[in-house]
């Protein structure tokens, strides 16, 4: 068995925790260009930029639903239509770091940001850069499906930790690096956690836990990928403190979205820790995407200032808060109604979300989901998401996910009435 110190690595030199292909990632010659199109009195010969009166659009309005309309000019539409920095347009870097500063206050304040395609464009880039099919990586079971996704094609090694209502479970955690297996082709450099109202389960993971799960990365030397796009979403009536707020080690790389609290449409979220982590992640944007919309990112930066940055967001997130605890309370009344004492007894079990969008049922009886769910639930005009379908190793499960964001109380009732008949019906068989 290995033995560990429990001493610090320096994380100035992220070095070792590159992949290969990550390391061949080199700035682009005509990128690298941008940061220097903006000073005053650069003449640029250098890109290949299309020029701005081509562009058929003059300006765009922006139509609050309290009537405000906030108006972007010809001369920023200009700028808009064109190429930008990638990893995010600097006044939008600039108000995103200073929420990331009112919200977090990591310990450390040279932390930088880039702005993704949503948070799952700057996740899998994280993904890319730190993961190889000889990687191990250390996950929640069960865990987000589209990071699977993407996840399962990298053809890296998995090890899932067992979770509980109270999210990831310290004790475990340690248990199964401290009797890691010296034939593993590697050792686990990295855990991908998602710490609030977690997708699928709802479960959120306790300040206490996290404090043990921060000291045992320390010990062991592991990042930490933060992905909390429900950070906002938590019910309680104080957040619970993220991972990157007590960061002294600059061993966290946070993630966030715009996707819950203003818009999945427009396709906005951003990475947020140590710069050397960052400036490798732009390089991988560099490579692919070149940069996220500026179309997304001017409307997120125009609500942002039409708000007064964080005061402004802050209000707003509370108020979608509330508007989802409302609907998960309804949720959880109709699943006590008709998902408790039937024929037979109880149809399944689940625990009350502290945050996020979703239940986690277990269907009582029920010893695998994925028929009744993917043909008999469908066949009844009802759709959820079996549990296999979450765990990064295949098994069976009797677990399937409920989410509770868009259906009508009439709507969820009658799905609900539907899904304990078609679990009755399987347990005659």
């Known amino acids: 068995m290995k033995k560990f110190m429990s001493t610090i690595t320096s994380k100035k030199d992220y070095s070792k925790f590159f992949t290969e292909l990550s390391m061949k990632r080199k700035p682009s010659a005509i990128r690298e260009l941008q940061k220097f199109i903006f000073l005053p009195g650069m003449i640029s010969l250098g890109g290949g930029s299309p020029h701005p009166e081509t562009f058929p659009f003059a300006e765009f309005n922006i139509k609050f639903k309290d009537g405000t309309v906030v108006n972007i000019n010809e001369k920023e539409t200009a700028k808009v239509m064109q190429y930008n920095a990638t990893n995010g347009l600097p006044e939008l870097v600039k108000i ?38 000889d990687s191990t990586l250390l996950l929640e079971a069960p865990t987000y499906v589209g990071s699977l996704a993407f996840l399962k094609a990298l053809g890296c090694n998995f090890e899932e930790l067992t979770c509980d209502k109270d999210g990831l479970i310290p004790e475990n955690f340690e248990r199964v690096l401290k009797n890691w297996d010296h034939n593993k082709k590697d050792f686990p450099k990295v855990l991908y956690t998602v710490p609030c109202g977690g997708n699928p389960t709802g479960a959120s993971t306790t300040f206490e836990r996290k404090k043990k799960i921060y000291e045992i ?116 009344k109709l699943c006590e109604k008709h998902l408790k004492g039937n024929e037979g007894g109880d149809v399944a079990s689940y625990d009350l979300p502290t945050a996020g969008m979703f239940f986690w049922i277990k269907l009582l009886g029920v010893e695998d989901s994925m028929e009744l769910i993917k043909s008999k639930a469908v066949e009844k005009k009802v759709l959820l998401v079996p549990g ?36 009755v019906e399987e347990r005659k068989k």
Not at 323 to 329: A, I, L, S, T, V
Not at 393 to 421: D, H, Q, W
């Open 217 to 332: 990365c320390s010990k062991y030397d592991i990042l930490i990928l933060e992905d909390d796009p429900y950070y906002y979403l938590q019910f309680n009536e104080k957040r619970t403190p993220s991972y990157i707020s007590f960061d002294k080690e600059q061993r966290v790389l946070r993630f966030d979205s715009f996707s819950k609290i203003l818009s999945s449409g427009m396709r906005v979220g951003w990475a947020t820790g140590p710069k050397p982590l960052i400036e490798r992640l732009t390089l991988h944007g560099q490579a692919s995407s070149l940069h996220t919309s500026n179309i997304s990112q001017t409307f997120v930066l125009k609500i942002l200032e039409h708000w007064n940055g964080f005061e402004g967001f802050n209000n707003h997130c509370k108020e979608v808060t509330k508007f989802y605890e409302k609907r998960r309370d309804v949720f959880f």
């Open 96 to 133: 995103l770091n200073d929420i990331q500063t009112a919200e977090h206050n990591p310990p450390y304040k040279d932390f930088d940001i880039i702005v993704g395609g949503g948070s799952q464009d700057v996740l899998t880039k994280a993904f890319e850069m730190l993961l190889s099919r």
């Open 388 to 423: 296999f379908e979450f765990f990064a190793n295949p098994r069976v499960t009797s677990y399937c996910r409920s989410s509770f964001s868009i259906a009508s109380e009439e709507e969820m009732e009658l799905a609900l009435k539907r899904l304990a008949e078609i679990v």
